[in-house]
């Protein structure tokens, strides 16, 4: 691994740089799930005994700043995909805790030079500290040649 | 036929292809839904000022429609894990098309793996993903 990814590996991976708290509306989530073109009722009715927010719901929600201060520029910042993990449903109505860590930091070097990737994660948790679900954002940044 | 078991999955097949609705209209309103101001999801014309092909549907959207896709297939199923890579731009207004295929199923734990595509109608690759789906064990 090059030198300069391990260094900033060491001193940036999984430590807490934001922490935000998000209301969940249910009105809002239903009209997520529609738009997304879910018809299962969990969560499209808010009667439903099991409602719940559309599992992708949280890959909408941003904390404070997405890198640490600090965080070398290697270059201008793209969306290189997203991804979730869930643990438990979030549930509409409640309010959920965000905090964001860099999980990853890796470099990919092709023909047209070396791109510097960096998964920044933001771990949800209800007001009892539950973990409810991890959403992952990759930016790769291309090095200027 | 929706499945409702893990124990009706077959490896290999393919999911019921899935037409999302990425109509201009739906794109807006999802846009102003999650905060996304901007043209690019908006307005066709603002977006080919900023040298888009068109205004685009969000990635959080698409990452949606695929979910939704599975859903359809497999309407008590529990998304565990999606990963989505959005490899170009999925331009509102244009039909896409939305396959996936079964790549695992692990019969014991009741999880599957599915690997989901968006396509435009010239099927080109514009999203594409990985996705983990628990399935009650009959």
Redesign the interface.
Same mark, same amino acid.
Request: hydrophobic content about 45%; cysteine-free.
């Given at each position: 691994m090059d030198q300069d990814i391990t260094a900033a590996r060491e001193k940036f991976l999984n430590q807490d740089f934001d922490e935000k708290s998000f209301s969940v509306p249910a009105e809002k989530t239903i009209e997520y799930a529609r738009l997304c073109g879910e018809t299962a009722e969990r969560f499209l009715d808010a009667s439903h005994p099991d409602f719940q927010a559309p599992p992708t719901y949280i890959a909408s929600l941003s904390g404070s700043r997405a890198l640490p201060e600090g965080f070398p520029r290697f270059g201008i910042g793209m969306d290189a995909g997203k991804g979730i993990e869930c643990f438990l449903p979030v549930r509409p109505g409640t309010t959920i805790t965000g905090r964001t860590h860099l999980h990853d930091i890796y470099s990919k070097t092709g023909r047209s030079g070396r791109m510097v990737f960096a998964v920044s994660r933001i771990a949800f948790y209800d007001a009892e500290g539950n973990l409810l679900a991890n959403s992952d954002s990759r930016v790769v940044m291309r090095e200027k040649s | 036929m929706a499945i409702s078991t893990i124990q009706e999955v077959v490896f290999g097949e393919d999911l019921p292809t =899935?037409e999302?609705?990425t109509s201009l209209a !739906?794109t807006r309103? =999802?846009a102003a *839904?999650?905060g996304w101001g901007g043209a690019r999801f908006s307005d066709h014309e603002a977006a080919r000022k900023e040298g888009l092909a068109g205004a685009m549907v969000p +990635? %959080? *959207?698409n990452? +949606?429609?695929l979910?939704?896709?599975i #859903? #359809?297939w497999a309407?008590?199923a529990? %998304?565990?894990?999606?990963? !989505?890579? =959005?490899r170009a731009p999925v331009i509102a207004d244009e039909k896409h098309t939305i396959s996936g295929v079964v790549t695992d199923v692990n019969e014991a734990d009741g999880q599957v793996e599915i690997d989901l595509t968006v396509a435009n109608e010239k099927g080109e690759t514009r999203v594409f993903g990985t996705a983990t789906v628990q399935l009650p064990i009959a």
């Open positions: - | =899935f999302p609705d !739906t309103q =999802f *839904l999650v +990635g %959080i *959207l990452q +949606g429609y979910v939704a896709m #859903h #359809h309407p008590n529990e %998304i565990k894990a999606i990963d !989505t890579v =959005f």
